[in-house]
């Protein structure tokens, strides 16, 4: 013969207790709450983190595309300052001076006159602004 | 007797413990990976995701006194394929693009890119196949075509992989003058993937010139390549090489390889070069030679014909000739030994002493040393010489620098030959003319700096200053004070008066005077050693001299060898000198004496 036991549960609660499980209540939705809005807390600050992981990213992608355009630039003035040095030979000149028959020539130093320009010391009025006014 | 109850919480229990001696292990585990070796399998790993590169700096350029480029460094690419990753359905499109941008034969290009796969044997081991994927196509592509060719692979259909055609950074030397100072420069040659100084100031500035490598370490992704926006750290920083400038002047440079080219049409010698140089620094402002080359043509016909990228102006001695008599009849004036008006006996243009006879080209008995240096005479020089003494000749010749380096920082120059042979009478005869010795150029132009200067003794200069393109910084050459000659104040004006003659009618190289101005000159012409003895018909031709003859701007030395149609300085290497001249002065803006301005035509 198998015995059940059983527990003699009471059917009417106690004075008191319709209040203590009320609070118990609002306790445990308190808490619920809580953990919810930590929860909330961390999931915004997770998603911070990826936004910020992403918008880094697309910065140093973005940084590593102008070091790119800049490098090539560089490069770019470098071969037209070898291409400047080329067009500015003696010899490529005088083929283009041959070429447009320009019939260009050295001034003679004979030819040259040299003045001399003095500034006027007017009240007022300094070399500087003198200049200027030229 | 257990109950079922005891039995299922004794599972229970044996599952947990297992659960927990698993976790145990696991957390004992991953203690050890992540804390107690973590360094050693993060080495590891980094090891594997991780590269490292060597990255050069560019080699230093070199500049002239005014900053004009005349040796640089062109950006260029290499292309470059895996022949693996291209489908051989579009090697034929990608060979048409490559052979429309580039002088490529389609047959080599199609050729390389279809070739997959080399057999490798090591040792005895059996042969075995491994893919190429590495396949240079063309080196030295110029930046602009190169990005134009990416352009175009790009838009191929459908799309190569990026890592199936791409192109890699170089840099090649350039020289933007072309044969412009080419002797002096010399040039590189290329040599696993350095350049390799041959000559000139690309071989003897080097050390200053050569960059240093850096080394950058780098994320890579798994077929190797770098990940544009991975870790990139530089472990070690490259530095470029120092630029080099030069004293030479373009401007100048350019006139006198102009006219060089002239003389060296229309006398056809073997060699013909020029040095100017300004007497009050010893700065080297143009320095020319024909035959010369083109440096930035490698072809194997350039590389075999040494002649045209030696510097003869440094390497090469020869006799010097009548050039020698200003240097030997100032030192006589200079102790008293003779006067310019001092008379001397030209033995109507014979002589023969110690049995050997000694001529000169015009026939005169007694003449005044200022004429035997007008016109050349042999004879009074010699006998000045004789007057002087062995001793004071070899040493007051000494003095003018001959035998010794000039300063010039090029390799190789000689120091020609400048000894007093024992037990020869005739060479205290000879050496006052230029005959015994051998001079360089240079050399010469080192010595009549002096005279030009008023007998100050200057070492000769071709670099000007070295910068640190990084900081800027500026390293200049130690300034060594000059070293007075004469003893007498007056010595070098006596001896420029002499030499004023020389261009003027009745000289030997009135052909060499330039019109509004004095020209102190002298013409030289000497025969040509050939395996010790003077060789036929072949001579050297020169002329030497320095203008405005009071407050000289420049010293310019002609020299020919083995002129054809005409032997003497005055006739070969005089035009020349007046023209480079005429054209230098306009351009250093030095006025011409009206006085001295020849009288127009018809009056």
Redesign the interface.
């Given at each position: 013969m198998t015995t059940i036991k059983t527990r003699n549960v009471t059917a009417a609660p106690r004075r008191g207790g319709v209040a203590r499980a009320s609070a118990g209540f609002w306790v445990r939705l308190g808490i619920l709450v809580q953990v919810m809005a930590l929860l909330g807390g961390i999931f915004v600050l997770f998603s911070y983190r990826v936004s910020l992981g992403e918008k880094l990213t697309a910065t140093a992608r973005e940084t590593a595309k102008i070091k790119r355009e800049i490098h090539e630039l560089d490069r770019e003035i470098e071969a037209l300052r070898i291409k400047k040095e080329d067009y500015s030979r003696w010899t490529y000149i005088k083929g283009q001076i041959d070429r447009y028959q320009l019939g260009l020539r050295v001034a003679d130093p004979a030819q040259r006159r040299q003045l001399a320009v003095s500034y006027p010391r007017t009240s007022g009025v300094s070399r500087a602004a003198a200049t200027a006014q030229r | 007797m257990r109950s079922n109850r005891d039995r299922i919480l004794s599972r229970v229990g044996l599952l947990a413990a297992v659960l927990i001696g698993c976790s145990v292990f696991l957390a004992v585990h991953l203690y050890q990976l992540q804390v107690r070796d973590h360094d050693i399998y993060f080495a590891k790993a980094k090891a594997r995701y991780t590269a490292v590169t060597t990255t050069s700096g560019k080699r230093g350029e070199v500049f002239d006194r005014n900053g004009?480029?005349l040796v640089?460094?062109?950006?260029c690419e290499v292309l470059v394929a895996d022949p693996s990753l291209i489908p051989p359905e579009q090697c034929g499109a990608l060979a048409d693009i490559l052979c429309s941008e580039l002088p490529l034969d389609r047959e080599t290009v199609l050729r390389k890119l279809n070739t997959r796969i080399r057999i490798v044997q090591r040792g005895n081991a059996p042969p075995r196949e491994v893919a190429i994927r590495y396949a240079v196509i063309a080196r030295h592509v110029?930046?602009?075509v190169a990005g134009r060719i990416r352009e175009k692979v790009r838009a191929l259909k459908p799309r190569l992989p990026h890592v199936a055609f791409f192109s890699e950074?170089e840099y090649v030397r350039?020289y933007?003058?072309?044969?412009?100072l080419s002797n002096v420069l010399g040039f590189t040659s290329y040599s696993k993937g350095e350049d390799v100084p041959v000559s000139g100031v690309e071989r003897s500035f080097n050390q200053s010139m050569v960059p240093s490598n850096g080394k950058i370490r780098y994320e890579r992704s798994r077929d190797g390549s770098q990940l544009?926006?991975g870790m990139r750290e530089i472990t070690r920083e490259e530095k470029d090489g120092m630029n080099i400038y030069l004293t030479i002047d373009?401007?100048l440079q350019?006139i006198v390889e102009?006219e060089l080219g002239h003389l060296y049409e229309k006398f056809t010698p073997r060699v013909v070069c020029a040095i100017m140089a300004d007497p009050k620094t010893g700065e080297i402002l143009a320095l020319a030679q024909r035959p010369s080359f083109d440096p930035n043509d490698r072809s194997r016909e350039m590389m075999e014909n040494k002649l045209s990228w030696r510097l003869l102006s440094m390497d090469s001695p020869f006799e010097p000739g009548s050039i020698m008599k200003a240097l030997s009849i100032s030192l006589a004036i200079d102790d008293g030994t003779v006067t310019p008006d001092t008379m001397i006996d030209a033995e109507g243009g014979v002589w023969f002493y110690c049995g050997k006879q000694l001529k000169d080209s015009s026939r005169r008995n007694v003449i005044p040393v200022w004429v035997g240096v007008q016109k050349s005479s042999n004879i009074v020089t010699a006998k000045i010489g004789l007057m002087m003494g062995e001793r004071r000749v070899f040493d007051g010749l000494r003095s003018f620098g001959l035998g010794q380096k000039t300063g010039i920082p090029l390799q190789p120059e000689s120091t020609g030959i400048f000894r007093m042979p024992k037990n020869d009478k005739l060479w205290v005869t000879r050496a006052p003319i230029g005959y015994g010795i051998g001079v360089t150029p240079m050399q010469m132009v080192r010595a009549y700096c002096a005279l030009a200067d008023g007998g100050r003794l200057r070492k000769l200069r071709l670099f000007h200053h070295a910068e640190d393109p990084a900081t800027g910084e500026i390293i200049e050459p130690a300034d060594e004070p000059p070293v007075q000659l004469f003893r007498r104040p007056d010595t070098a004006a006596k001896m420029t008066n002499m030499l004023k003659a020389v261009t003027k009618v009745g000289g030997t190289a009135k052909t060499a005077g330039v019109p509004?101005f004095e020209v102190a000159g002298k013409t030289g012409t000497s025969r040509k050693v050939i395996n010790g003895h003077y060789a036929e018909g072949k001579y050297f031709s020169t002329f030497i001299g320095y203008v405005p003859a009071d407050d000289p701007k420049f010293v310019l030395m002609i020299t020919l060898d083995e002129p054809h149609g005409a032997l003497y300085g005055g006739l070969t290497a005089g035009p020349t000198f007046r023209a480079i001249s005429e054209?230098a002065?306009?351009?250093l803006?030095?006025?011409?004496d009206?006085a001295l301005m020849p009288a127009p035509k018809g009056k």
């Open positions: - | 004009n480029m640089g460094n062109k950006p110029d930046f602009a950074e350039y933007p003058k072309g044969e412009l544009p926006y373009e401007v350019s102009e509004g054209r002065l306009k351009y803006n030095v006025a011409p009206p």
